[in-house]
């Protein structure tokens, strides 16, 4: 069910949501191939009218289906911000798209879900990678470009 706000009913006093956003609802494009967004968001909210802006105060959670960025083993990843805020304008440029009186909270939602996810998932700090790969060995993207220049001798 979609967290949407009715203005009218904010204008007199604090509304609060409860409830569950699918990954349909959510409508989150995965670019990353790590992370997976396979179970609904979890959302409790408390929402109220500040002159001509809407506050939402409350707490997000959602469990991602990722794969280790060093050893692609499966993991599980759980995001839970606890003390999420949104200040949503009614006026101005940014403002709120209101349809039948209705703000649909979704996409302040989804903006700060995809800024919590994470850079890279790891199984553990101490990941050693792809059993067989040989974690000693510098790669072209951990050595020094600097050090080949160095053995240059010029005169």
């Keep these: 069910m979609k967290p949407e706000v009715n203005l009218r009913h904010v204008e ?6 409860e409830g569950e956003l699918t990954p349909e609802e959510l409508e989150i494009d995965e670019k990353d191939p790590l992370i ?40 599980r990843y759980t995001m839970d911000l606890k003390a999420w805020t949104a200040h949503i304008p009614l006026e101005g440029e940014e403002k709120a798209d209101v349809v039948n009186d209705l703000v649909d909270l979704t996409p302040y939602v989804r903006e700060d879900i995809v800024l919590a996810f994470p850079q890279r998932p790891l199984c553990g700090p101490d990941c050693k990678g792809l059993p067989g790969a040989d974690a000693s060995s510098e790669s072209p993207l951990t050595s020094n470009p600097w050090a080949e220049l160095n053995k240059l001798k010029l005169k």
């Design 36 to 75: 997976h967004v396979k179970e609904p968001l979890a959302y409790e909210l408390e929402v109220q009218q500040m002159e001509d802006a809407l506050l939402v105060q409350g707490s997000l959670k959602l469990t991602l289906d990722c794969e280790c960025a060093r050893c692609l083993k499966p993991l």
């Design 12 to 17: 007199d006093h604090t509304v609060s949501l």
